[in-house]
């Protein structure tokens, strides 16, 4: 078992780019989640899906970000325009129920 | 809404003593699963513990123990025989059996010295 897999594992681009972060959840783990974690903010839960289907995008910040998944083994999270105050890490997670809560490594996101 | 409340921003522990992490959360439900994460530098998130609220005994894996009190709303996480690896920042977490997402404290960062 690979574990959550996150890509990149570092992204610096500059202000106004679009970004994409990409997540490989475990096989099986019908839910996925969205978490960005910063030192003023600590973890937030930005968006989650359950069977591909997003339950809850409550967190997601602004219109900048939208997050998708396809399928079972594929999700992305995408900032349009990207904003120096987006600089955070985003972990993706992946759950078979609430028993077992696996992390991604993260994705460490710098924007000039 | 469910809450977590961390109130130590930063522990220190010598080598091979023990140290308590304090958790406290408010939630109307009944019941519920608690969680200890563990970031290292790494930045990995890593699951310590977990506790059930249906079940009254304290959960305990090797080294790590929980201390909790459903009454309270209290989760306190104990470390036995520090070592170094044990240093990093140390996250409570709440989730609710319905539903699906975790809720997070701000975490304690957990210094050990030699």
């Known amino acids: 078992d690979a574990g959550v897999i996150q890509s990149p594992r570092h992204e610096v681009t500059e202000m106004g780019q679009e970004v994409t972060l990409r997540c490989k959840p475990i096989?099986?783990?019908?839910?996925l989640f969205w978490y960005r974690q910063t030192m003023m903010r600590g973890l937030e839960l930005l968006i989650y899906f359950n069977n591909n289907v997003p339950i809850d995008d409550s967190g997601m910040p602004e219109d900048r970000f939208s997050a998708k998944m396809p399928n079972a083994s594929f999700s992305t999270l995408k900032i349009q325009p990207s904003e120096p105050r987006d600089s955070a890490v985003y972990f993706c997670?992946?759950?078979?129920?609430?028993?077992?809560?696996?992390f991604g490594s993260g994705t460490r996101l710098t924007v000039v | 809404a469910q809450t977590v409340t961390q109130s130590q921003p930063e522990m220190s522990v010598q080598e091979a003593e023990t140290v308590t992490l304090s958790c406290t959360y408010d939630?109307?439900?009944?019941?519920?699963?608690l969680f200890w994460y563990k970031q290292p530098p790494s930045r990995q998130m890593i699951l310590v513990i977990r506790?059930?609220?249906?079940?009254?005994q304290n959960a305990t894996e090797n080294r790590f123990s929980v201390n909790f009190q459903k009454a309270a709303k209290s989760f306190s996480l104990k470390i036995s025989d520090s070592q170094l690896g044990d240093a990093a920042m140390y996250f409570c977490a709440y989730g609710p059996v319905r539903g699906n997402k975790l809720v997070f404290g701000a975490g304690t960062i957990l210094r050990v010295k030699s």
């Open positions: 096989s099986g783990h019908n839910s």
């Open positions: 506790q059930e609220a249906y079940k009254q």
């Open positions: 939630t109307s439900e009944s019941d519920y699963y």
């Open positions: 997670a992946s759950s078979p129920n609430l028993n077992g809560y696996t």
